[in-house]
């Protein structure tokens, strides 16, 4: 049995708008959504703001209801079973709000560990262990509003697995840590894959979605636009590259002209400084370079250069196309 | 204060009443009838009633006594909160430090803030005055109305002058809140506004005359009993006067609490 | 079990939060004793009688003045910190998460009581009798709880209003007057009356009255803790609806 099962999943919000003439809009965050997540599995989820991935986990968490389609987490309904989900999933959202700030960190976990019913005999032992793990042993009577991000980011992760749940939705859980510390949590939730945790995870950093997910799906407007492996999302990181081309003046002319070319499975412009950067993803077995080049005529070509693809590229490609 | 030379009257006008209109909405944007309504209709009416029954209860004055005394006090809790309200509303919005290393001069800048909250109570304050005479059936002379506006007037500029050393403290402590729900509570006992200053102990009654309100409320439980304007002269004078030493003392310790935060870097201390 | 233990908790740790910040410190304690000593000095000496109930309702006005202040924008407050969100997350009942916070405020405002007397003793030589010193503590304990059940029903009720905290400032008053702290009830208009029944807070005070002056606190005693419990009943099926609400309407977040 999949450990979470979405199927055709559905939310619309109501936008408000106008003071006077209050109009009433649907606004519809995710529009149709399918996946599964085996037991032991780290899927990821991306896309870009507003794609959805908040709204989708929002939903398997019990917090938002669905507007049509199911979920079942563990075989449990989101909806009729709210409360066995609840049990079972812990949530840890970054940034640094979601704390007591006047408590301190024992004292949050304390009374999380009472909201989710760990009982008092056990709270202690499975707190200390928790804090030993996101290493904040020694820290946990300060208060919280004297945590830098990354305390908070770490006591967030140890709220999440007070009740040892056997599912745990991270969104975002890295955002604005520092790199030291970003390559610790990775670390830590790899761990809790390794000893048997279903973990689902948002990210805006593809690296990190490439080095920990088993599985992604890249959800763009409010739709799945691709699932796989990161392996498979880069199309097969051995049997293609990437040609990037440092173009100053105007690269979108040529862009359209270098996506027509046979061989080239899509193009995308970055701006990087005062250059624009044409990324071209290019088939296996095709040499296209001499060919771009000649579609940049008239342009100011600077640096050249071929390399393995990346799933940063593989996504830029998915969203960009959605 | 020596960028003042260097601005022309019309600056220091447009300082005044547009900077302080503009200011007041970016930090009171919640004045909505949501708020509105109960702050300054709801409350204000059940502050009289029950002052007006607790009067009764203790047998002392009569309705009017409290009606009139509440309703200049309402025209001072707004100045009093909103001055304070402004600094430190600035620098929660981290804008405080940004307004004080701007050359604009000070006197139109925090004053210009005044204004519409004078404005927004002597509104309260006269709709409390209409409101409660309603219920209770208190009439006034209508003789009587004119020079009570004036009072209503002064004494929210004398309470915006508490208001301003208020606001200049919150340039140095953090909870001004407190601050300034204690001189709330102060005026409340100390003025006259519900205890007659006769039951005060002696010292309190001799503080009472170093306050705000005190004689604006004085002056204007006299007009409505009939006293004419010349009569209370003095005693409008008088909250006059009092109100500038305020205004005066809290311009004062702005500029020496400005200065000293430049020294210390408490500005974006919170 | 879990969910009594789970109240008590959650209380322990709002009366530490509150207990740290100034502004609930200082104010709570404080701003009865303004009205306090309003009261105290409009009385004068001459009606002891009088004085002593004055001062009964004056200590317990702080015990509301917390309540409704804070009360009613306990929600909004989890919301804005970003906790509301964990806490509908958690399989814990809702209500078992809200209610501990209004209780908590209500205890808070019992440090208002203590003060009030102390303060009226020290300055206005009022003397603190004690009819039936052990039913003192209960009636008070009562009062705290029912105080906090209605504070539980305003946050639950008022949840919708963006601007809930003017909506608690509103209740003070109204509260004072109505529930009969400072005057007698008997004054008021007699169509006042049945309102002031349905308030938990109006026996309370009499039953601390009673307790203190004379007479049998009991029977308020009793009114005072069957209002709290329907109070509580009421907010319970209020806050289920109001969760189902949220999750459908997506308001549980802050954006």
Redesign the interface.
Known sequence: MAVIEVQDLH?S??ARTGILKRSVKEVAAVRGIDFTVERGELFGLLGPNGAGKTTTI?ML?????PTRGAARILGYDVVAQA?EV??R?G?V?G?D???????SAM?NL???A????VA?REQRRRIGELLDLVGLSGRERE?VEGYSRGMRQRLHIA?GLLHDPDVLFLDEPTIGIDPIGARELRASIAALVDVGKTVLLTTHYMFEADELCDRIAVIAGGRIVAQGTPTELKGGAHDGHVVEVEVYGPAEVGARDVRALAGVRAVTVEERGQAQVLVVQVAPGAEVTHAVLSCLDGATVGKVATREPTLEDAYVALVRQA | MTALATITPTAWLRIFFVGGLTSYRALFNWIRPAILIPTFVVLPVFQILLFVYIGRSARIESDEFFVIGNALQFAATPCLFAMADTISGERQQHTLSLILVSPAPRIPLFLGRSLPVIANGFLASAFALAAAGLLLGIRMPLAAVLPLVLAIAVTSLSCTGLGLVNAALGLRVRETAVLSNVIFGILLVFCGVNVPLARLPHWMAVASGYLPLTHGIAAARRMADGAPLNAVAGLIGLELLVGMVYVVLGFALLQVFERESRRTASLDRF | M?VL??IA??WL?QV??MS??AFNGVLQIVWPLFFATITFLMYGSTNQRALVSAAVGASVLGIWSSTSTSGAAVIQRERR???L????????PFAA?ILPVTLAMSTIGAYSMVATFVWGRLLFGISVPLAHPLLLPFAVVVTIVSVGMLGFLLSVAVVRFRSAWALGNMFEFPIWLVCGFLVPLSLLPGWVRPISWLLAPTWGVQAIRAAMLGGSPLPAIGLAALCGAAYAGIAIGLSERLV?AA????T??LS
């Open positions: 939310r919000y109501r929002k968490i019990t917090l938002l209801l409360r609840r049990r999933v949530y959202f940034g709000r979601g704390l007591y700030e006047r408590l004292d304390r009374y999380f009472q909201l989710y019913g008092p208060l709220r | 879990n233990r789970l908790r959650g740790l530490k939060m740290r910040s910190q970003g906790t969100e964990l806490l509908v997350a958690a399989p814990a998460t189902r999750r459908r309407d997506a549980l977040a």
